[in-house]
């Protein structure tokens, strides 16, 4: 899983530094839960499934991407709710990607409904 999303997450962040309009990743089921949360937080405009790959499809406003970098979090970090409220309340405004027990879930997700989980990703706003 995490080779699998290491290279999309490094292929979104090359994308942005190249301000590329969109872009081809290979097709795999974490690569697709992934972009879907994207997706439905608008931080990408969206995405295709063509002939086993993902086209994805950056997200520019005023000539500027929305997020600033995605970070991997690598190894099994699980975190508890109190953890991730600190997390989130950091001066970096940043959303965390976790894995639950519901499937994947942003940090403002998971503290609306008490549920912890295993941080898989940081994305800087």
Sequence with gaps: MHAKLNKLISE???AKARRVINFKVRLSRHSLFFLNKLNEYGLIRGYS?????????????NNT???????????????KLMSLLRM?????????????????????ECLLENIS?????????
Excluded: H
């Design 88 to 108: 989130s309340s950091r001066i970096k405004p940043s959303l965390y990607l976790l894995v639950t027990a519901n499937g994947y879930k942003f940090s403002d």
């Design 49 to 61: 499934i063509v002939n086993r790959e993902i086209i994805v499809y950056m997200k520019y406003i």
């Design 65 to 79: 991407v929305v997020f600033k970098k995605i970070y991997l979090i690598k190894g099994k970090r699980y975190i």
């Design 12 to 14: 979104i962040n090359l």
């Design 117 to 125: 989980g295993r941080v898989i990703a940081r994305i800087e706003l």
